[in-house]
């Protein structure tokens, strides 16, 4: 927990420059895809409410925006001043609901009791320092009937570029550092726990089924080194003098060998994506 504890704080911290890298490289490649599918599992309707938990800048407040219309609302909740600055700076698209934006942690979200019909949290939970306080609030905003949509990546194993930046990390800066990325967004990958806190807060018909979707980062090796910007190694880099970073860029290329073509890393990403709903009154 105290790794994920380190990524959470790495984020609320971080500049909006810094967070650009992972609005720019992250978010076309990951996790618009991924707010896709995790949408697709809720089937929204035109009108409905959303609360997206965690909703960083936007990627899954602005998709639900799309499905529900100009007749249903978005409330996008973060604690990280940088990435809700990104969010309200984006244009919505077509006929797309309004999307407000609030700053407040997961375990102290500013709405209103049974306000949504729909709730999600993408990549988020396995950050929380209070899990079950976060669920409860979730929980708390959501309608009799309401249904929770959470995706969490599985173990960092089953996403190749990601366990090919572990070991150059590793190699460079040695195994706690390696340690601590991998715990990081990888760090609560077991699906039946996530299954039992989300019972454990009151919800029922829950369901947890894991997924792979594509991943490619056509900018090689290179670009994908450019993900650690926005991770909490980012400092550790920001201290290195050229000749490691040289050295962390060979190791990255090493690593990444056997999933890059023609220039080209492609691979995949590994996420449980869980659903739920709120019992009817």
Not at 22 to 29: F, G, H, L, N, T
Not at 235 to 249: G, I, R, V
């Amino acid at each position: 927990m105290a790794h994920s504890q380190e990524w959470s704080a790495s984020f609320a911290s971080a500049p909006t420059s810094a967070l650009c890298f992972y609005d720019e490289i992250m978010v076309p490649r990951m996790f618009d895809p991924w707010a896709e599918l995790l949408l697709d599992q809720l089937t929204l309707q035109s009108g409905q409410a959303v609360l997206d938990v965690a909703c960083g800048p936007g990627t899954v407040a602005r998709h639900a925006a799309q499905r529900v219309g100009p007749r249903g609302r978005v409330t996008g909740c973060d604690l990280s001043q940088a990435m809700l600055e990104l969010a309200r700076s984006k244009r919505s698209v077509g006929d797309s609901a309004p999307i407000e934006y609030l700053e407040c942690p997961a375990d102290s979200l500013r709405v209103a009791d049974d306000a949504f019909d729909v709730a999600t949290c993408q990549q988020a939970v396995q950050f929380f320092p209070d899990r079950p306080a976060a669920l409860a609030e979730m929980r708390r905003a959501l309608r009799p009937g309401g249904h929770l949509g959470i995706a969490v990546w599985c173990a960092i194993e089953d996403s190749p570029p990601f366990a090919a930046l572990k070991s150059a990390l590793g190699q460079v800066l040695g195994t706690d550092a390696a340690d601590a990325f991998g715990a990081g967004p990888w760090g609560f990958s077991d699906p039946d726990s996530l299954a039992r806190l989300v019972n454990d807060s009151g919800f029922t018909d829950v369901k947890v089924r894991r997924y792979e979707l594509p991943l490619v980062f056509e900018g090689g090796p290179g670009q994908l080194l450019l993900t650690l910007r926005a991770t909490s190694v980012a400092t550790a880099l920001a201290q290195l003098p050229e000749s490691d970073l040289s050295e962390l860029a060979a190791a990255t290329e090493e690593a990444t060998r056997s999933i890059t073509f023609d220039g080209i890393v492609r691979s995949h990403a590994t996420s449980n994506i869980l659903t739920a709903q709120v019992g009817s009154s």
